[in-house]
């Protein structure tokens, strides 16, 4: 037999493996070189959606990679040339926005120059208006903060084209709601959307609705 006629894993394009993505080649060699090998479970239910451009709504627990499952929808059509607020994360906590900043930033170091600027609370206004004066193409931060610099015209949000809301569960329940529909409104009404839940009660879906237009929804209740 020779070496054509051997079939080794690695050289199975299938459902799992990132390289069956329409990714840009700079972001596959960087998730190879990050050592992300497969897709995790939700990752490979919302991806294909997510890179078509369509709204989504996905479920699934802690822990089972939803980072990267708008991280690279953002990244794959971000301009790095265009200085511009091209995509807004909102999350519940100072922590959890480090920790989203953190991971964008990891999957986006093979893709030029790439500006992730963190808006929390907690933190002063005044280097926070300095940097977004500096400019920044991804704002992750919570929806207080986010409100602030929206009311005192120091955020531009209309050039959004993703609009995430990460733990969208754990944001409503925190009070938050007045103050994201506030934000959604300041994003152009002709952008993506994507929702993450760990749950998605009735009155969640019922708030949000209207963020959403078409959404595809996936829920994955097993481990990854
Ligand atoms: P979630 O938001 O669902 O809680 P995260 O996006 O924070 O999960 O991901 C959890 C951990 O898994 C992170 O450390 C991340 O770097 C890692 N991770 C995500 N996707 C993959 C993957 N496809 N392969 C390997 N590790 C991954
Ligand atoms: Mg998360």
Redesign the pocket.
């Known amino acids: 037999m020779t070496s054509t006629d051997t079939f080794t894993p690695e050289q199975q394009d299938d459902a799992t493996s990132f390289a069956s993505l329409a990714l840009t080649p700079a972001l596959l060699e960087n998730l190879d070189t990050l ?6 479970t939700i ?1 490979a239910q919302s991806l294909p959606s997510v890179l078509a451009g369509r709204d989504l709504i996905a479920q ?1 627990k ?7 499952a708008f991280g690279l929808g953002i990244l794959n059509k971000l301009n790095p040339a265009w200085f511009a607020v091209q995509a807004l994360v909102l999350c519940p906590t100072r922590e959890l926005a480090d ?1 989203v900043a953190n ?1 964008l930033r990891r999957l986006a170091r093979s893709t030029g120059n790439v500006k992730v600027l963190v808006l929390t609370g907690g933190s002063p206004m005044r280097p926070q208006i300095a940097s977004l004066e500096h400019g920044a193409h991804i704002i992750v931060g919570t929806p207080g903060r986010v409100r602030d610099h929206l009311g005192r015209s120091t955020l531009d949000l209309s050039k959004v084209e993703t609009l995430v809301l990460d733990e969208a569960d754990r944001m409503t329940d925190m009070g938050f709601y007045d103050e994201i529909a506030g934000i959604v409104s300041a994003c152009p009404k002709r952008r993506q959307t994507l929702l993450f839940s760990a749950t998605y009660p009735d009155d969640i879906r019922r708030a949000t609705d209207s963020f959403l237009v078409d959404p595809v929804e996936v829920t994955v209740q097993a481990q990854h």
């Open positions: 050592g992300y090998k497969e897709m995790t990752q699934a802690t822990g089972s990679g939803k980072t990267a920790q991971e």
